[in-house]
């Protein structure tokens, strides 16, 4: 089945930082990657949607200037959480769809800002 | 090993008929499981929460049972409808604690098509 992997799996780093997540689509090409993040005891959430070549689509309330999403290639996305903030502190999780649309989730980033 | 099996991986059934999914993880140590539906193209919407010392929990035609001691849990869909047609998704988390997820597993999810 299709794999979609994540990089790191975990990171640590220092408030003021920036983090840069990978999300990769490993044996099919993913036309539009979305990029969620889950809270301890709440859903996943959407924070934008990203097709290959084009600009992300942000959801409402997800400031665009600090999670920056390039997707550049059919395989590869990724975030980067700018400035990170203790309050950032999350799971953050991709998944890519391929051209039936199917969607694919990469394992997780946990990202602990100190 | 964490893993999160669901079954069966595709499902058909008449509007109105009832249908339950099934979902098998071996995941430790268990915080809780999500069950999300997920229409095509559409990012997963959730359905129910359970954390270990719930063993149902409904959400209008959904109703989801958690049996911690096998390892399973199910999501049943009473009087099924067209709009029912979709991707349920299971997801179990791991952590010692549980205000944080130290671990995310998805299950490869049950598509389900619901014919007229």
């Known amino acids: 089945g299709a794999v979609v992997s994540q990089h790191p799996s975990r990171v640590i780093c220092k408030s003021g930082t920036s983090v840069k997540i990978e999300c990769r689509s490993l044996d099919f090409q993913a036309t539009t990657m979305f990029w969620y993040r889950q809270f301890p005891k709440q859903s996943l959430m959407l924070m934008a949607t990203?097709?290959?070549?084009?600009?992300?689509?942000?959801e409402q309330g997800v400031e665009k200037d600090k999670f920056l999403i390039n997707h550049a290639s059919l395989t590869l996305s990724t975030l980067t959480v700018t400035s990170a903030h203790p309050e950032d502190s999350s799971f953050y999780i991709c998944?890519?769809?391929?051209?039936?649309?199917?969607?694919?989730f990469g394992p997780g980033t946990r990202l602990t800002v100190t | 090993k964490n893993q999160v099996e669901q079954s069966p991986q595709s499902l058909i059934i008449l509007e109105g008929k009832n249908c339950t999914l099934q979902?098998?993880?071996?995941?430790?140590?268990?915080?809780?499981l999500r069950w999300y539906k997920q229409d095509t193209g559409r990012g997963p919407v959730s359905l129910t929460i359970m954390t270990f010392s719930e063993n149902t929990k409904s959400n209008g035609r959904y109703t989801a049972t958690l049996d911690a001691d096998t390892k399973q849990s199910s999501l049943h869909i009473t009087a099924s409808q067209l709009s029912d047609s979709a991707s349920y998704i299971c997801v179990v988390s791991a952590s010692w604690d549980l205000n944080r997820d130290d671990k995310i597993i998805f299950g490869k999810g049950t598509r389900l098509h619901i014919l007229p």
């Open positions: 998944s890519a769809a391929s051209l039936s649309y199917e969607q694919y």
């Open positions: 979902c098998n993880y071996t995941v430790s140590p268990f915080s809780n």
């Open positions: 990203s097709n290959e070549g084009s600009k992300a689509t942000y």
